[in-house]
Nanobody, 123 residues
Framework: QVQLVEAGGGLVQAGGSLRLSCAAS????????MGWFRQAPGKEREFVAV????????DSADSVKGRFTISRDISKNTVYLQMNSLKAEDTAVYYC????????????????WGQGTQVTVSS
């Protein structure tokens, strides 16, 4: 019943921007801590950003600090990842995730995962 559906991926040139969305159903985004992960070919999945269920705390990986921003819209039950100043190394499949515990999410121990959306940055 619980689903996380990502959208907004695509092809963009280096220096450009994309906005990813994660629409949740079967659960409200206020109930779970929400986050984003990414996985490039031949690499392990890595943490990107998280927002806690109260919306008052956020954190992100050092590699994206100052460029990516996580946010949410309670009325739409949706989490977003605004991606600016994109680099070729940002190319990956991006996954939305939800976890009951904040620290569990940061370490990838999530209760739910989306299907992923491809982001390709050309240089």
């Amino acid at each position: 019943q619980v689903q996380l559906v990502e959208a907004g991926g695509g092809l963009v040139q280096a220096g450009g921007s994309l906005r990813l969305s994660c629409a949740a159903s079967g659960v409200t985004v206020m109930t779970y801590h929400m986050g984003w992960f990414r996985q490039a070919p031949g690499k392990e999945r890595e943490f990107v950003a998280v927002i806690n269920r109260s919306g008052r705390t956020t954190d992100s990986a050092d590699s994206v600090k100052g460029r990516f921003t996580i946010s949410r819209d309670i009325s739409k039950n949706t989490v977003y990842l605004q991606m600016n100043s994109l680099k070729a190394e940002d190319t990956a499949v991006y996954y939305c995730a939800a976890a009951k515990a904040y620290t569990d999410l940061k370490y990838g121990s999530c209760d739910y995962w989306g299907q992923g959306t491809q982001v390709t940055v050309s240089s």
